[in-house]
């Protein structure tokens, strides 16, 4: 391949420093529109007469070999372009010889008089030419990367030019290095987002896909997770007597080891003996396996409130570990009280604890709230948290039904946080007892 004469000698301080300066910036200025590496390797080689004028160019690198290999990664000679990213099969795999020697020192290095040995392993891409530039291309400290220039005529590179063309090739080398760091990244993101959807849809799975008609309870959930899995759970249990369970938790933690969690907490309760009924024993059961078989090696626990609705004595009988006790509004005062008369350490912490249980008189009208602190703690731009006040705000109208209680508070929650992004899940249950 030949080159211009007009470009060729000197070089780029050849030119005035107007020109210099515009062959630089347009050059910055390509470089910077990029968003693959090879064509960002396409765009500079438009340019790479004027800054770096040769008669031959070929590219190695010796990433992820052992010395003395290394690969030809480009090479002005060849009449078809080889991927190196996408296509490193195909590359020619070299060992020792001059470019070996040049690539393994590390050092950016001029030969005035070159003399070629005819058997030099890369001796088809040094024949006819007699006056060499080395630049490396540094990464971690390390040249694993070169660009070999090559003229016919000895003595043809002037050294004027040389620390000019190693800074300007070496930025050339990083803004590709970070393109293809982007590339791996972007595809790295994408397998983890794949599979953070497959938990997500597997953890979904476990929530009741239905609202079960409960006698004299109107019921309505929601459910946010703040990444595609989380460790909110709510769950609901058919017992005896017309009577149901209704469970909601929160694992520490957020994305998919908080969703195993869950995972296993679901599968906990729902193989508790004799049926999770009275709250207090089944707190205490899902507490034991655990605390006994799953987190007494990290620092993972569940927070859990169980209360029992019968709907004949409209009573809900609670236990509470460490959970936000649910909001109980009276809609024939305006009352609102939390349902905190019992409490204990959260689910897996430690073994063999007590959980105690109250029973609550209920009256038709009253509002229960069973949440996590992904609604109380949601914040607004400024840091400040929506709390339970605003929380028993939002339950202000008493002719809502489940599901318009759902809505006000959602909507009391978004107005307040004015689209700061939720840095946990949100999960709601209410009832409305009639």
Known sequence: MGIDPQIAEPGLRSLDWRKRLDVIVETMREMSLQTDPQAMVRAYAKRIRQLMPADRRVALSRRGLEAPQYRITRASQWTEEINPWTEKHRLPLLEGGLLGEL????????????QVDPDDPAASYLMGQRSLMAIPHYDGGTALNMIVLMRPSPNAFDRDDFPEQVWMSNLFGRATQNLVLAEELKRAYGVVDRELKLVADIQRSLLPKTIPPIPGLGLAASYQTSQWAGGDYYDFFPLSDNRWG???AD???????????MAITHSIAHAVPNFPDPPATMLQHVNQQLATLYTTNNEAFVTAFYGIYDPAKRTLTYANAGHNPPRLKRCEDGSVIALDNVGNLPLGVMTDVAYDQFTQALRPGDQIVFYTDGITEA?????????????????ANCHLDANGLIEAVLDAVERFTAGEPAADDRTLLVAKVS
């Open 103 to 114: 690539l393994y020192s590390d050092q950016p290095q001029i030969i005035d008089d070159l």
């Open 246 to 248: 209704i469970l909601i």
């Open 251 to 261: 694992v520490s933690g957020h994305g998919t080891p908080a969703a195993v969690m």
């Open 379 to 395: 914040t607004n731009p400024a840091g400040k948290m929506f709390d339970t006040e605003r929380l028993d705000e939002a339950l």
